[in-house]
């Protein structure tokens, strides 16, 4: 029988890295010399690893659907993370919203299929994210959620169980509601 286990699924840009704002709209770095850690981030991660989560990341790349960016570079920004953080695989959806896929956040996909892959307890683990969209992918999948408030969170259009400022906040209130190893 394979082992439960308990994860923290992550957006990654917003949560994990910085975003870049234009023109009132968040965007991923464009490059891998324009990636830049949050605050935080490393230690945070490594104390929810340390208490037995299983760290996923689950992030939509759609400006490469759009021929915004290339999917060689955002592989080389999902490279950075799992040598940085100890994440065990990075979920990414390269689909825009008009392909209507099951992986694209707000559909629960990138979760459920991670979780099948891992043996992961949806019911007893948790996404962090920065959108509404992430938070209703969480709550399909099963998740308690977090949503890192920022100006482009839309949390009018969600309702997670947790709002945080960043993902060390988030880590300590995941860790207060019993994140020691089962």
Not at 77 to 83: K, P, T, Y
Not at 117 to 126: F, I, Q, R
């Amino acid at each position: 029988m394979k082992q439960t286990l308990r994860a923290v699924f992550l957006d990654r840009d917003g949560v994990i890295n910085r975003t870049i704002a234009r023109n009132g709209v968040t965007h991923p770095p464009e490059r891998l010399e324009e990636f830049e850690f949050l605050p935080g981030v490393t230690e945070a991660a490594r104390e929810l690893e340390e208490a037995g989560f299983t760290l996923l990341v689950a992030t939509n790349q759609p400006d490469v659907a759009r021929g915004k960016q290339s999917r060689e570079e955002v592989e080389a920004m999902n490279d950075l993370v799992r040598r940085t953080l100890p994440v065990r695989e990075v979920w990414t959806c390269y689909h825009d919203n008009a392909d209507s896929c099951t992986c694209r956040k707000p559909k629960p996909g990138l979760l459920t299929e991670a979780a099948k892959k891992w043996g992961v307890d949806l019911s007893k683990s948790y996404m962090v994210g920065d959108r509404w969209s992430d938070i209703v992918a969480g709550q399909a999948a099963g998740c308690q959620t977090v949503l890192v408030l920022t100006p482009f969170s839309g949390p009018e259009r969600c309702q997670p169980d947790r709002i945080v400022r960043d993902l060390p906040e988030a880590a300590d209130w995941i860790l207060s509601q019993g994140g020691a190893r089962l």
